[in-house]
Each structure stands twice: as C-alpha cells, then as structure tokens.
C-alpha cells in the first residue's frame, strides 16, 4: 500500500465514524472555518494507528511524504489530526528532517490544537538536537507569526527536569510585551508546568518580572504551585 491508498483509507474510516452533531459543536468550540467530522481524538489515534501497522512506512521520507500530503489537502480537520498522529512514529521521533514539517504544520495550521499537537515533537528534537534546536527556537521567539512563538514557549513543557532553563528564560522574556491571549497564555502555562518540577525557580522568575508579566501569565504561571516552606 502506498501513500495514497493509506491517506485513502484513513479518510474512509474517519468518515465512517463521523458524527454531524458532535461535528457541529466542535467546529464551534473550536471557532474554526474548516468542516469537522465528529470523531473524538482518540478515535482518530486508533485510527492512524490501525492503519499505519497495516501498512508501515518502509522510510522517513515516505512517512513525511504522507503527513504533509494529508495535511495539505486536508478537508475535515481530523484529517489534520490524523496527519500529525502520523509522526508519533519511533520512524522519526528523533529525526531532524522532521522540523520543517512541524514548522509548516505550525503556520499553516496557525490555531491552538493544531500548534500544540506538535508541541511535544518539538520538544523531543530538542532533547536530541540541543545545538541545532536551540538556536532555531531562539529565532522562532522574534518570529513574526505569533503562533511560532507560540511554539518557542511551550516546546519545554514535558521537559521537567531537563528543562533548559536559560532557554525558557529567553523566549519568554522576548515576548513579555506582546498582547496576544495566545502567548501570554503559553507563556503562563510554561512557568505553571515547569514549576511542578522547581516552583522556587518559576516563583524568583515571576517576582523578578512582576512589572512586565501581563496578570494572565503571572495567574497562570502561580496556579497550583506548592505552598512555601
């Protein structure tokens, strides 16, 4: 089977599971212009899943041939989702010819659950790939398009304890000034996670920002941390 006939079959079996009334809310929730079927995340996993083991990628390349056709030419977005459940693969998990197809996935996509559904691919490339990925995410923080910002900030979020830090210092420090609900939201949500693993780091952090943290960020980041000694 090649590309086209796994594409084909996915999008046969998430139309085959489509629910119009769920679809209708969903498309709603999430203020998007592209149709929806219905059908739950996870449905869609199992989905991709099923198919993919059917008929493995016999390479990277066809794999990232796949993901980025599917998503291009994406009618509903579960087709999106499906394209991004696709590189979950132990294939690419750590393959740096992944990171433009994350990065065109992330401007074209250019909304929330699409931007965050390769948040954690990111962030592996980074565990593995420090020197290349650190300075593209330096970069990405400056970006023009806010949702590649988006991305720079929330790239660590899985990290816990190797948590570059300096890293999470810079790329929200750029962005301290910016209005945008969407990164002064990751921008919160980065320090809240990171500070499941060292609430005094993500405290000083705060503290020594006090002026330039928008309220939602500093709520954010504070929420549910451990009381003091």
Same mark, same amino acid.
């Given at each position: 089977m090649g590309n086209s006939d796994l594409i084909a079959a996915i999008r046969a079996r998430l139309t085959a599971s489509a629910d119009p009334v769920r679809a209708a809310g969903a498309q709603a929730y999430l203020k998007s212009a592209m149709p929806q079927l219905g059908v739950r995340v996870p449905e869609v996993r199992r989905i991709v899943k099923a198919e993919v083991a059917a008929a493995p990628f016999a390479s990277g390349d066809e794999l990232r041939s796949a993901v980025l056709e599917l998503f291009r030419?994406? @009618?509903y977005r579960e087709e999106r989702y499906a394209a991004i459940d696709l590189t979950a693969s132990k294939l690419v998990r750590t393959d740096l010819a992944m990171l433009p197809v994350?990065?065109?996935i992330i401007r074209t996509g250019a909304w929330w659950d699409l931007v965050d559904g390769v948040e954690d691919r990111l962030g592996r490339l980074l565990q593995t790939h420090r020197d290349v990925l650190t300075p593209v995410l330096l *970069?990405?923080?400056t970006d023009q398009d806010f949702w590649i910002r988006r991305a720079s900030i @929330? =790239?660590?979020l899985s990290a816990r304890k190797d948590t570059d830090v300096a890293l999470l210092s810079q790329v929200i420090e750029a962005n301290l000034a910016d209005r945008e609900f969407f990164i002064r939201k990751a921008i919160g949500w #980065?320090? *809240?996670?990171?500070?499941?693993t060292d609430p005094a780091w993500v405290r000083q952090f =705060?503290? #020594?920002r006090e002026a330039a943290l928008s309220p939602l960020s500093r709520r954010e980041a504070l929420r549910n941390l451990p009381a003091e000694d």
């Amino acid at each position: 089977m090649g590309n086209s006939d796994l594409i084909a079959a996915i999008r046969a079996r998430l139309t085959a599971s489509a629910d119009p009334v769920r679809a209708a809310g969903a498309q709603a929730y999430l203020k998007s212009a592209m149709p929806q079927l219905g059908v739950r995340v996870p449905e869609v996993r199992r989905i991709v899943k099923a198919e993919v083991a059917a008929a493995p990628f016999a390479s990277g390349d066809e794999l990232r041939s796949a993901v980025l056709e599917l998503f291009r030419a994406a @009618t509903y977005r579960e087709e999106r989702y499906a394209a991004i459940d696709l590189t979950a693969s132990k294939l690419v998990r750590t393959d740096l010819a992944m990171l433009p197809v994350y990065e065109e996935i992330i401007r074209t996509g250019a909304w929330w659950d699409l931007v965050d559904g390769v948040e954690d691919r990111l962030g592996r490339l980074l565990q593995t790939h420090r020197d290349v990925l650190t300075p593209v995410l330096l *970069r990405w923080s400056t970006d023009q398009d806010f949702w590649i910002r988006r991305a720079s900030i @929330t =790239v660590q979020l899985s990290a816990r304890k190797d948590t570059d830090v300096a890293l999470l210092s810079q790329v929200i420090e750029a962005n301290l000034a910016d209005r945008e609900f969407f990164i002064r939201k990751a921008i919160g949500w #980065a320090l *809240r996670e990171y500070g499941k693993t060292d609430p005094a780091w993500v405290r000083q952090f =705060v503290a #020594a920002r006090e002026a330039a943290l928008s309220p939602l960020s500093r709520r954010e980041a504070l929420r549910n941390l451990p009381a003091e000694d």
